[in-house]
């Protein structure tokens, strides 16, 4: 069997990217679960930040990362991530993703807690197909090997080192076992937890799952953010309305037409997402509405169909022409803050295995994601993942204090079987969702240790991923138990405030 330099699991930014660095220094293997650009990334709306723009500085991008990270955010990766920021962008321009322009400049985008503006978009609101496309094609004419339909299922580790990866070939249904000296993860996120998420069908949490099982370190699981604004209107997809539109001066509504979000924030509608979210929450219970309203109306027509055009085009194909008529908006699961546990050089706490994009927790978002920061944030790490000089490497400074628990909680309950992943996603929606309770978390947890016990040995895609859901789940909600505080997107009706003994990540690890 052939030993690869570098096998890395997802072919998302994270994926991609990582790869075209790596084939720099070795042989390199992608292995992705669906098609190349089955991924999240492709929906990426906003763009990507970085503190270009005349009078941005990246000590103002530290600070607007650290304030929306509440507290938990790890200062030298966010020094880190602002100060490489420039030259990562160059590399992307570099590489060909079209970015949009003014008058031959860059153009910059204002979003919610950003005190600049400092979003770099391409095609207005269609930034992820454009960087999967460019990366993508990229990788097709380069040397590095690309497996589709090939579904990571096992890490292997001997002697507490990485050997390889074990993967079920989707085409042949064989499982095949790829060494490597060097294993990557980089399969995105966990949006798929929920009944409400903006998220692709990829993101069933499989790279923690996998990493949970193989003796990894999770951390910061119970930071789950719920985008304000996703599409709400029966039988369609929670489609994001992105953050911009509210940066270009999008106003809330609740079904009554009044205007609320200045009775909750100073900063209105560009308020952090966890107080929107909150805020749009308590509007729908008042108004007994299962949605507000995201009014554009008085923008001009022509700034709405060149700005967001990926947007107008959706809600014009589901019967809504948004110059006219108020966007049906309510929150959903959008991004995973926690992840597998990593150093601001990818590493784990595993020889050999490294974690990118939105399955790892660099520590860079704390409690709360800075919007447009996760694009940036694979393109900073992977490149340190790739180019980290082993003679030079050096520990990272001490972050914020960790509370390790080795094995999750014994739970002493009967098993049940679970039909499939809707009830799964209807629990954690509604006891592990944006507003949660000591009482109902530790429900959640119950349940999920229930169908935990009755799992079947996985045989095929669906079912390798009801399992990972199932883990990733509990992962989820004892972490959201632990943490007897609220902070940034964890909000405990037990716990409503923000806590000094809180300052310190939930760290799980198998037993
Ligand atoms: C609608 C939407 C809009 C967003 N907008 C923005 C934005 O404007 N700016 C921003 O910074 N961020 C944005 N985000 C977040 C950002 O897009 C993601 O965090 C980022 O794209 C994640 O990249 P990734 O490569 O880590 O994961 P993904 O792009 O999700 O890729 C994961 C890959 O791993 C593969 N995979 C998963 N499990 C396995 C397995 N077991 N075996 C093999 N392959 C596997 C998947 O098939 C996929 O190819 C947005 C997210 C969404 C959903």
Redesign the pocket.
């Known amino acids: 069997m052939r030993t690869y330099d570098y096998v890395i ?7 991609l990217y990582t790869a075209l660095l790596a084939q720099r220094r070795g042989t390199a293997l992608i ?4 098609s190349i650009d ?4 492709k ?6 930040a970085a503190a270009i723009g005349e009078g941005d500085t990246p000590d103002l991008h530290f600070w607007d990362t650290v304030v929306a990270g509440a507290g938990l955010s790890n200062r030298d990766t966010v020094r880190i991530l602002v100060t490489e920021a420039a030259d990562r962008i160059a590399d992307l321009i570099e590489l060909g993703v079209p970015f949009d322009t003014i008058d031959g400049e860059v153009a910059l985008a204002r979003e919610a807690a950003h005190a600049m503006p400092r979003i770099l978009h391409a095609g207005g609101d269609a ?2 197909e454009h960087i999967e496309v460019t990366l993508g094609r990229k990788v097709r004419q380069s040397r590095i090997e690309v497996l589709e339909q ?3 299922t096992q890490i292997v580790v001997e002697d507490g080192e990485v050997k390889g990866v074990r ?1 079920l070939d989707a085409r042949t249904g064989s499982m095949e076992e790829f060494p490597c000296q060097q294993l990557v993860l ?4 966990g ?1 798929r937890l929920f009944k409400y998420t ?3 069908e ?3 949490g ?2 923690v799952a ?1 990493a949970f099982q193989a003796g990894a370190e999770i951390m910061d699981m119970e930071f789950i953010q719920f985008h304000p604004t996703a599409i709400r209107l029966p039988g369609v997809h929670p489609f ?1 309305i ?1 953050e911009a539109v509210r940066g270009e001066g999008g106003l809330l509504r609740n079904v009554e037409g009044y205007r609320f979000m200045p009775d909750y924030s100073p900063e209105k509608e560009l308020a952090p997402r966890d107080v929107v979210t909150r805020s749009m929450l308590y509007e729908m219970q008042k108004t007994g509405s299962d949605r507000v309203f995201l009014d554009i109306t008085h923008l001009a027509p022509r700034v709405i169909t060149t700005r967001f055009p990926h947007i107008y085009r959706f809600c014009l194909d589901h019967g809504l022409d948004i110059t006219k008529g108020q966007i049906p908006v309510a929150p959903a699961a ?2 995973m803050m926690g992840g597998v546990k990593t150093n601001s050089w990818g590493e784990t706490n595993i020889k050999g295995l490294f974690a ?4 790892a927790c660099t520590g860079l978002h704390g409690a709360n994601r800075l ?6 944030e ?1 393109l900073v790490f992977a490149k340190r993942v790739v180019e980290r000089d082993i003679d030079k490497f050096s520990e990272d400074g001490p972050g914020v204090g960790e509370l390790v628990h080795c094995g999750l909680p014994r739970r002493d309950v009967p098993p049940v079987p679970l039909a499939g992943s809707t009830a799964l996603q209807t629990l954690m929606w509604e006891n592990v969702g944006i507003i949660r309770g000591g009482d109902t978390l530790d429900q959640a947890a119950n349940a999920i240790a229930s169908w935990e016990k009755c799992l079947e040995k996985p045989v095929d895609r669906s079912s390798y991923e009801l399992n990972s859901l199932v883990l990733t789940a509990r992962l989820v909600a004892e972490a959201a138990l632990i943490r007897q505080e609220s902070r940034g997107a964890h909000f405990r009706t037990d716990f409503p405030e923000t806590s000094p003994d809180w300052v310190k990540h939930v760290v799980l690890k198998k037993g």
């Open positions: 699991i997802g072919s998302g930014i994270a994926g292995l992705t679960k669906g089955d991924c999240n990334t929906h990426a709306q906003g763009g990507i930034t992820g090939c579904l990571a993967a980089a399969t995105g996120g949006g903006t998220n692709s990829v993101a069933t499989d790279g996998l994001l992105s959008h991004y990118v994009g939105e399955t919007a447009s920061n996760s694009l940036l694979v």
